[in-house]
């Protein structure tokens, strides 16, 4: 059996859904497990529709709800559906809450909200797939992946996961061949609905590609495959046809939009080769990962904007030492952040991390009680493996370069606009 991920942007319009039937009919044997994504930028609309409800703004969360709620109902009109009403329930959920005052954490109410955008999306596909020919089943998947209620970054409980896997999700691939299910979405011992991160798609292929000792997983996407840098970021980004499991985790660390970092173990330990393919040409190659050695790769370049560089120096020019980086990693581990490179000096410690506003002034703030603290925003992380002088040149030479640091696979340059 195999496992295919659709991304938003495959089941963004109603012809793209039309494709992935399309799709789908060009693999007429064996079993496949389809997980799929909120359709197009749902995901985002629904983190908006949370964040109006979160601030006390019901009407405005209303209002931004039935936007989505109108957009599902196009789609599904589009694709020839007359009888809409198996929508209601899930529209009904988030009105409900919607029309509460938020007791809870907003991490809670998150999960409980953005969770739609796939029941949405996969209830739709599924129905359409049914009446253009398609056999398939639609599962809730929040009946088989139990997480913990880590709300946002749910944690998988493999145990009951793997259970409700054998009980539900093998004997429904037994009876229908195809089986339609939601990545990115799971539930706790109490039905509460949890997210495993923004992307988790992904890595909710890999874990039933894992549990159900797939052939393959293949996550379709609108490029022809990995690319050793961001097309739009980049002019010269090149198809990279063969990659192995660790290379795509390294570049997934340092920021490449790859593929979802956590998706990678489940298949690296059963040895489930991993294929990334276009939809929109699915008779190309795409690129294949595995296991083994890959040689001669091209450089891979990944930039990460608006970086912050924190210097933190100690006030009396005592040592930083175990005890002032562990103190730094403590701070780190309470905000849940993680620092996208790091520098120790002897009485300075410099780390650069992502923009992310409240964060970056919640860490500042805690770090003064120990350092002074000085911070440079609006910078840019480049990451080249594999790199050549020439490259490094070329990358770098319009831009002040404020810290650098490299092994010979790995090369990492703090970039700042020339003065
Ligand atoms: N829909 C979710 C997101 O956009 C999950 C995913 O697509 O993987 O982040
Ligand atoms: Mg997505």
Excluded at 117 to 127: K, P, Q
Excluded at 174 to 187: K, L, S
Excluded at 216 to 244: C, F, S
């Amino acid at each position: 059996m195999n496992v295919f991920k659709f991304g938003g942007a495959s089941v963004s319009t109603p012809d793209r859904v039309r494709n992935v039937g399309s799709i789908l009919q060009r693999y007429p044997d064996g079993q496949l497990l389809v997980v799929i994504s909120a359709m197009g930028k749902t995901t985002n609309a629904l983190e908006q529709v949370v964040e109006a409800f979160f601030r006390g703004d019901k009407d405005e969360a209303l209002r931004l709800f039935e936007g989505i709620k109108n957009d599902h109902l196009s789609m599904a009109t589009a694709l020839g559906q007359d009888d809409l009403t198996y929508l209601n329930d899930f529209f009904t959920e988030v009105e409900w809450l919607l029309h509460d005052k938020p007791v809870r954490d907003y991490d809670y109410y998150y999960d409980q909200v953005v969770c739609v955008g796939e029941l949405l999306s996969t209830a739709i596909v599924s129905r359409y797939l049914q009446e253009a020919g398609t056999e398939n089943q639609w599962i809730d998947v929040r009946d088989i992946l139990r997480t913990d209620n880590n709300f946002r970054d749910a944690q998988i409980d493999w145990n009951y996961t793997a259970q409700k896997t054998s009980e539900i999700l093998k004997p429904a691939l037994e009876q229908h061949r195809v089986v339609i299910t939601q990545g990115f979405i799971g539930a706790t011992d109490d039905n509460e609905s949890t997210t495993l991160g923004r992307e988790g798609s992904d890595y909710s292929a890999a874990i039933f590609a894992n549990l159900l000792g797939a052939e393959a997983q293949t996550i379709w996407k609108d490029v022809q495959g990995v690319m050793n840098a961001d097309p739009k970021q980049y002019e010269g980004a090149e198809w990279i046809r063969e990659l192995n499991y660790r290379e795509v985790i390294e570049m997934a660390y340092y920021g490449a939009q790859v593929i979802h970092p956590k998706t990678i173990k489940p298949l690296q330990n059963k040895g489930i080769p991993l294929l990334v393919k276009s939809f929109i040409d699915p008779g190309t190659e795409g690129t294949t990962i595995h296991n083994s050695e890959v040689k001669s790769l091209p450089p891979i370049i990944v930039y990460k904007r608006q970086q912050v560089l924190m210097e933190l120096a100690t006030r009396d020019f005592s040592f930083v030492g175990e005890g002032g980086t562990a103190e730094v990693y403590r701070i780190f581990e309470e905000l849940k952040f993680r620092p996208n490179l790091t520098q120790n000096g002897a009485v300075s410690f410099l780390c650069v991390i992502d923009e992310h506003p409240e964060k970056v002034e919640a860490f500042a703030h805690r770090a003064t009680e120990h350092f002074d603290v000085r911070v440079t925003r609006g910078l840019t992380l480049l990451t080249i493996r594999h790199y050549n002088e020439e490259l490094v040149t070329k990358l770098c030479g319009d831009s002040s370069v404020i810290l650098k640091q490299q092994t010979p696979d790995t090369l990492q340059a703090l970039l700042a606009p020339k003065q």
